[in-house]
């Protein structure tokens, strides 16, 4: 079993871009989170979601951010209209049950 | 509110020195614990939690609820120890997204 995939792994936008990470989550698995983790700072939890829907996004911006996790396909993190303060790695993490997380390698995204 | 604290940034010590990497929570109820370890370019994986008592890699981890801590310890540590550590606590009555503490750098030298 492939353990969560990110990708990509490094990606770099211009302010005002967008920016779209993925994450496919382990087989079998129907829960994800989204954490960030900002440069010297521990990770924080930003959305949980299951197919097709959003449990808790209590830890996303309320802008320009966003989350889904298709029926079919990775989930998705979008953050439109980039700017420097986004530049943070971005870990996904799958789960059977909430009981226990897998994580992904992470992508690092750097605004310039 | 609920939130982990690591008061140490890093911590560096010498081969075969024990190691202990200080945790302390805040929550209203039982909590369960984890601690989870980046090593060097690879992803953030479980190292233990403390309702399994287990040892892993010689690392333990007791719960001690009347100084709300659950510090990691280890008697000697070997230099394959350097790595991230981070101290979580689940929310399973939220979906069971976790809280992290800041993080604690450990370096063990030769």
């Known amino acids: 079993n492939a353990g969560v995939m990110q990708n990509p792994r490094h990606l770099v936008r211009r302010r005002g871009q967008e920016a779209r990470l993925r994450c496919s989550p382990m087989?079998?698995?129907?829960?994800v989170y989204w954490y960030r983790q900002l440069p010297e700072e521990g990770l924080k939890f930003m959305v949980y979601?299951?197919?097709?829907?959003?449990?808790?996004e209590s830890g996303m911006p309320k802008e320009r951010f966003s989350a889904e996790f298709p029926k079919e396909g990775p989930s998705i993190l979008r953050i439109q209209q980039v700017v420097r303060g986004d530049s943070a790695a971005y870990f996904c993490?799958?789960?059977?049950?909430?009981?226990?997380?897998?994580f992904g390698p992470g992508t690092r995204l750097t605004v310039t | 509110a609920q939130r982990v604290t690591q008061p140490e940034k890093l911590l560096s010590v010498f081969k075969g020195a024990p190691v202990e990497l200080k945790c302390n929570y805040s929550?209203?109820?039982?909590?369960?614990l984890f601690w989870y370890v980046q090593y060097s370019r690879q992803r953030l994986q479980l190292l233990l939690r403390h309702i399994s008592r287990e040892s892993i890699k010689g690392f333990t981890a007791d719960l001690n609820k009347g100084e709300t801590s659950f510090h990691l310890k280890k008697p000697f540590a070997q230099e394959e120890d350097s790595a991230m550590y981070y101290c979580a606590l689940p929310f399973y009555n939220q979906g069971g997204k976790l809280i992290f503490g800041q993080g604690t750098e450990l370096s063990v030298k030769p």
């Open positions: 993490a799958s789960s059977p049950s909430r009981y226990e997380q897998y």
């Open positions: 979601l299951q197919k097709e829907n959003i449990i808790d």
């Open positions: 929550y209203s109820g039982s909590p369960e």
């Open positions: 087989k079998g698995h129907s829960h």
